[in-house]
């Protein structure tokens, strides 16, 4: 069955200092790959997609994401986070006609 | 601003008792998807509605059922409610099953 996993429940990092989320999918074929940000008390907004073709992708807001078949990951890197950043970030692999979400990385800004 | 829009807000309902949740799709929008979001979790999967048929259902009892209007609205409706059913119920809409999803802002569910 096809599965997402974020190892990293929180990460805090500097603002202006660069940040990578881990993510990391199960799944049979190539799966559909999306990361969706999150703040309090608002719904999901994408970020960026992977379907196919180039495997970095650009996503909104000067986030990207390479998709790496050898280690079935999907890793969102900035180079250098803002305050507005601070947020929740989830990962999700589309597959079998859902949509399913890792368990998200809160991310902490220091000043 | 996703164009989709979520009502209500907020809800407190006891246990046993039964909800509907509304969600407003973006026009032109066939698909709709309802999640359910426990605190400190991602959202999980609960089923998707194709031209107003079901068309993919996570693991979740029948008394969550759904329907999808010809007017890009849709429903989720929960029976017979547990405690454990409380959470963030976010519906999101896309134009086919697995292009790009717009979320809601969510209906919080309390259940007493």
């Known amino acids: 069955a096809q599965s997402v996993t974020q190892p990293d429940i929180h990460i805090t990092v500097s603002e202006g200092a660069s940040l990578e989320l881990r993510c990391n999918y199960s799944y049979g074929a190539t799966p559909y790959l999306f990361w969706y940000v999150q703040s309090p008390g608002q719904g999901l907004q994408l970020l960026l997609k992977y379907f196919s073709g180039d495997t970095l992708v650009q996503g909104i807001k000067g986030f990207e994401a390479e998709f790496k078949r050898s280690q079935s990951s999907f890793n969102l890197r900035k180079p250098s986070v803002h305050w507005s950043d601070a947020a929740e970030y989830f990962c999700?692999?589309?597959?079998?006609?859902?949509?399913?979400f890792g368990k998200g990385t809160r991310l902490h800004i220091l000043p | 601003e996703t164009g989709v829009t979520q009502s209500p807000t907020h809800l407190i309902k006891t246990r046993g008792q039964q909800v509907t949740l509304r969600c407003s799709s973006q026009?032109?929008?066939?698909?709709v998807s309802w999640y359910q979001q426990a605190l400190g979790q991602g959202p999980q999967f609960i089923f998707q509605y194709y031209r107003e048929e079901e068309n993919g259902r996570g693991n979740f009892p029948p008394r969550f059922s759904g329907l999808q209007f010809p007017n890009y609205s849709s429903e989720l409706n929960v029976n017979a409610l547990e405690l454990d059913d409380s959470a963030l119920y976010l519906c999101?809409?896309?134009?086919?099953?697995?292009?790009?999803?717009?979320f809601g802002p969510g209906t919080r569910l309390l259940v007493l």
């Open positions: 999700a692999v589309g597959a079998d006609d859902k949509i399913i």
């Open positions: 026009s032109g929008h066939n698909t």
């Open positions: 999101a809409s896309s134009l086919d099953q697995l292009e790009t999803q717009y």
